[in-house]
Nanobody, 121 residues
Framework: QLQAFGGGLVQPGGSLRLSCASSGSILDYRAMGWFRQVPGKKRVWVSY??????NYAQSVKGRFTISRDNVKNMVYLQMNSLKPEDTAAYYC??????????????????WGQGTLVTVSS
C-alpha cells in the first residue's frame, strides 16, 4: 500500500529526495510520517505531515523538508546537507495517530518497505 523509494549513496553535504507512493488516498490518513532505522537500533521518527502542519526531529530540523501531493498521493522527504549519521533505512508510514503519538512508531498502521540512504565519501 505504501512504497518508498529514492534512496542511494550520497556524499556528505549532498541532497536526496525520498518519495512515498500510496496506492490509496493519503487524505484518508491523519498523518504521513517518515522514520529511519540503523541496523541493531530502534526505528526512530524523522518527520510527519498532516493536512495542516509538519514537524521534524531535532536532528534533521532545518535540513529536511517533508511535503505531500494529495492529488498524486505522494509524500516526499527532501534531505539536504546530509551527514554520515543520516545513514539509515528510511520508512514511510501512514495512519491516524493522535497528536501525542505522531512521532511514535505505534501511531502508524501502514508501512512501506525501507529505502536505504548511505551518506559517505
Amino acid at each position: 500500500q505504501l512504497q518508498a523509494f529514492g534512496g542511494g549513496l550520497v556524499q556528505p553535504g549532498g541532497s536526496l529526495r525520498l518519495s512515498c507512493a500510496s496506492s490509496g488516498s493519503i487524505l484518508d490518513y491523519r498523518a504521513m510520517g517518515w522514520f529511519r532505522q540503523v541496523p541493531g537500533k530502534k526505528r526512530v521518527w524523522v518527520s510527519y505531515i498532516t493536512r495542516g502542519l509538519s514537524n521534524y526531529a531535532q536532528s534533521v530540523k532545518g535540513r529536511f523538508t517533508i511535503s505531500r501531493d494529495n492529488v498524486k498521493n505522494m509524500v516526499y522527504l527532501q534531505m539536504n546537507s546530509l551527514k554520515p549519521e543520516d545513514t539509515a533505512a528510511y520508512y514511510c508510514a501512514a495512519g491516524n495517530p493522535i497528536m501525542s503519538t505522531m512521532d511514535q512508531e505505534y501511531g502508524y498502521r501502514y508501512w512501506g518497505q525501507g529505502t536505504l540512504v548511505t551518506v559517505s565519501s
